[in-house]
């Protein structure tokens, strides 16, 4: 009779100690998951100061008092909450600045999306200021569809709309009005 019951207990165990091993999986994302909602940042930085150099010349210095980094969703991006203070040196050690109240720059389209009081000034004083104003990394295009104001020279040019590229050598305000100088 004991060892029927034996047999018993040592069958269940066994067919327990079956299941749960077949049953489990060994996904190191999924794991890693755990404990981490998709609608919190994987990562919080504070007080960036990040230098970007190539060839040993600096070529951007990024300054902002916060970083949300969303690299554990899908379609990842990185948002700066508090604004972003951006400073671009050319091959000549121009430099040029990008401010913003605002930013989230896509990882996986390389778009950057700059929003409240974004203002960019090129180190030939000519200077954008725009509500919103998207920039395409890959394409060096900045463009946006909202009101902005550009001074170059002793032009000042209202409009609904901007496309450019990153030089401003190609700088288009679209549905103008303002004062603009012109040469006869």
């Known amino acids: 009779m004991l060892s ?3 047999n018993k207990i040592v069958v269940m165990v066994t067919a327990i100690a079956v299941t749960i091993f077949f049953s489990c999986k060994n996904n190191l994302k999924d794991v890693q998951k755990i404990g981490i909602s998709e609608n919190e ?6 007080n960036i100061n990040l230098k970007y150099t190539d060839s040993g010349k600096i070529k951007a210095i990024l300054l902002s008092p916060k ?4 690299s554990n969703r899908d ?10 203070n951006l400073t671009l040196f050319d091959e ?3 430099k040029s600045t990008v401010i913003s109240d605002y930013a989230v720059v896509y990882n996986n389209t390389d778009l950057m999306d700059l929003q409240g009081h974004v203002i960019i000034a090129t180190y030939s004083k000519d200077t954008l200021f725009a509500d919103q104003l998207f920039y395409d990394q ?25 496309d450019s590229d990153a030089k401003f050598t190609n700088a288009e305000v679209l549905e103008i009005n303002g004062i603009i100088t012109l040469e006869e």
């Open 67 to 70: 970083m949300l980094d969303y």
């Open 138 to 162: 890959k394409k060096e295009w900045l463009f946006t569809n909202k009101p902005v104001t550009f001074r170059t020279g002793s032009d000042l040019i209202n409009g609904n709309g901007f």
């Open 92 to 94: 000549d050690n121009h």
């Open 4 to 6: 029927i019951k034996t």
């Open 75 to 84: 379609f990842s991006f990185n948002e700066f909450t508090d604004g972003i």
């Open 41 to 46: 940042p994987i990562g919080v930085a504070e």
